[in-house]
């Protein structure tokens, strides 16, 4: 950062002391992760001079022939790692990706389903006061109430009484395995259109850990390109040949202009890295370490929801210590350990003070740490929670943490 740091020291500051927080401390917010040096090559690269407006071959402005071979390459890894028939890999992010869904292939006020906010669904999947809940007729669908799982049966008889016309499926917060065929024979049986949005585990998808949904039927596929898949903070659209055309006009020029060229590149150079045989060792491992925390945790008391994980995520109801999740994620940071609070399902707390805390393992296993760091996290984890009040405590655990880090460079900042 020598151009910064001679340009802008306010900057370079600020840049120096994240550099050092994420050096320093132990990442387990699960959508979160650490890209590589060539990904950070390509998201600072001369592509960000560029306006491209339109697709490869059909642009608006000329000097277009290095932007379309870029787009090109990005959408033929994209279309080769999750086995689609049509990727649009322009989407900023995923909300917006999730947006061109629904304006593709819904009309307003359509009916839809989507798994309700609290109990492990996105904003975007119905949420009243978001776009979604807005513009269309979202009717929630839930986990069941003792085992927190997703009930099939029970999601098969809401939509046989409101008759969506699309389903969706793939979540935020939920730590276990999803039945994409159970889903699309309830979508088959509803005349509905499928859409996975699987943003967190896209990665593990991709590592071939994780089933496909579109080895299942799925019309359409959504996800952003960093959480597990390891990529700049982006999105993609994957879909059915029979859906390419709206969803592409949706995206341009139905809700965005040009996209982000240099953002294209690193998504060009995310899925190069994930069709390496290397990143399904990673995706294992992700599993793995989630198993190993879950385990350790287990056996200090925490009340994990759904009893463990599937997948790189974990939820915990921290209400059997007396402890709100706000306070564990303000004890937790000031030991070095960054997680975010959490809804639980039918959390009687509300969402900005909730009951829970939710935590994974994308970045810890990046940086190359394996299950006997896992153990020894829930450890400190556990320390913290039971004398969150302790600052000595924190202190200690502080110093600990780091320690640990050392050993384990964060990519791109070695």
């Given at each position: 950062?020598?151009?910064?740091?001679?340009?802008?020291?306010?900057?370079?500051?600020?840049?120096?002391?994240?550099?050092?927080?994420?050096?320093?401390?132990?990442?387990?917010?699960?959508?979160?992760?650490?890209?590589?040096?060539?990904?950070?090559?390509?998201?600072?690269?001369?592509?960000?001079?560029?306006?491209?407006?339109?697709?490869?071959?059909?642009?608006?402005?000329?000097?277009?022939?290095?932007?379309?071979?870029?787009?090109?390459?990005?959408?033929?890894?994209?279309?080769?790692?999750?086995?689609?028939?049509?990727?649009?890999?322009?989407?900023?992010?995923?909300?917006?990706?999730?947006?061109?869904?629904?304006?593709?292939?819904?009309?307003?006020?359509?009916?839809?389903?989507?798994?309700?906010?609290?109990?492990?669904?996105?904003?975007?999947?119905?949420?009243?006061?978001?776009?979604?809940?807005?513009?269309?007729?979202?009717?929630?669908?839930?986990?069941?109430?003792?085992?927190?799982?997703?009930?099939?049966?029970?999601?098969?008889?809401?939509?046989?009484?409101?008759?969506?016309?699309?389903?969706?499926?793939?979540?935020?917060?939920?730590?276990?395995?999803?039945?994409?065929?159970?889903?699309?024979?309830?979508?088959?049986?509803?005349?509905?259109?499928?859409?996975?949005?699987?943003?967190?585990?896209?990665?593990?998808?991709?590592?071939?850990?994780?089933?496909?949904?579109?080895?299942?039927?799925?019309?359409?596929?959504?996800?952003?390109?960093?959480?597990?898949?390891?990529?700049?903070?982006?999105?993609?659209?994957?879909?059915?040949?029979?859906?390419?055309?709206?969803?592409?006009?949706?995206?341009?020029?139905?809700?965005?202009?040009?996209?982000?060229?240099?953002?294209?590149?690193?998504?060009?150079?995310?899925?190069?890295?994930?069709?390496?045989?290397?990143?399904?060792?990673?995706?294992?491992?992700?599993?793995?370490?989630?198993?190993?925390?879950?385990?350790?945790?287990?056996?200090?008391?925490?009340?994990?929801?759904?009893?463990?994980?599937?997948?790189?995520?974990?939820?915990?109801?921290?209400?059997?210590f007396g402890l709100r999740g706000m306070e564990a994620e303000e004890a937790l940071d000031k030991a070095g350990i960054t997680l975010n609070k959490n809804?639980?399902?039918?959390?009687?707390?509300?969402?900005?003070?909730?009951?829970?805390?939710?935590?994974?393992?994308?970045?810890?296993?990046?940086?190359?740490?394996?299950?006997?760091?896992?153990?020894?996290?829930?450890?400190?984890?556990?320390?913290?929670?039971?004398?969150?009040?302790?600052?000595?405590?924190?202190?200690?655990?502080?110093?600990?943490?780091?320690?640990?880090?050392?050993?384990?460079?964060?990519?791109?900042?070695?």
């Amino acid at each position: 950062m020598s151009a910064i740091q001679k340009q802008d020291s306010a900057v370079y500051k600020i840049l120096d002391s994240e550099i050092k927080r994420q050096s320093e401390g132990i990442e387990l917010i699960p959508s979160e992760n650490y890209v590589s040096p060539a990904i950070l090559e390509a998201m600072g690269s001369i592509f960000t001079n560029k306006y491209s407006e339109g697709y490869p071959g059909k642009r608006y402005y000329g000097g277009q022939q290095f932007v379309d071979q870029i787009e090109n390459l990005a959408i033929e890894r994209a279309k080769k790692l999750f086995n689609a028939e049509h990727a649009n890999v322009q989407p900023y992010s995923g909300s917006p990706a999730n947006c061109a869904v629904y304006f593709a292939l819904l009309e307003y006020k359509d009916t839809v389903m989507g798994l309700k906010l609290d109990q492990g669904g996105h904003i975007t999947h119905g949420l009243p006061i978001s776009f979604s809940g807005k513009f269309y007729n979202f009717v929630p669908y839930y986990v069941d109430p003792k085992t927190h799982l997703l009930d099939y049966e029970a999601i098969r008889k809401i939509a046989l009484e409101c008759k969506p016309k699309l389903i969706v499926a793939g979540y935020t917060a939920y730590p276990r395995d999803i039945d994409w065929t159970a889903f699309k024979k309830i979508a088959d049986e509803v005349n509905a259109i499928t859409m996975a949005d699987i943003s967190h585990i896209a990665g593990l998808i991709a590592g071939k850990q994780l089933k496909n949904p579109f080895d299942a039927g799925f019309d359409v596929v959504t996800t952003t390109t960093h959480k597990t898949l390891r990529g700049p903070r982006s999105a993609i659209i994957m879909c059915r040949s029979k859906y390419a055309k709206p969803i592409d006009k949706a995206v341009f020029p139905g809700l965005q202009g040009g996209p982000h060229d240099h953002i294209t590149a690193a998504k060009a150079v995310c899925f190069g890295e994930a069709l390496r045989p290397e990143f399904q060792i990673y995706a294992a491992q992700i599993i793995k370490n989630a198993k190993a925390l879950a385990d350790a945790l287990a056996k200090f008391g925490w009340k994990l929801i759904t009893g463990g994980t599937d997948n790189h995520l974990l939820l915990a109801d921290l209400t059997v210590f007396g402890l709100r999740g706000m306070e564990a994620e303000e004890a937790l940071d000031k030991a070095g350990i960054t997680l975010n609070k959490n809804t639980v399902p039918y959390d009687p707390r509300g969402p900005f003070d909730p009951s829970g805390i939710r935590f994974g393992t994308p970045a810890v296993t990046t940086r190359g740490m394996k299950e006997p760091e896992m153990k020894q996290i829930a450890k400190w984890m556990d320390e913290v929670v039971k004398h969150y009040s302790d600052n000595s405590c924190l202190e200690r655990v502080k110093i600990e943490v780091k320690e640990l880090c050392e050993k384990f460079p964060v990519p791109g900042i070695e």
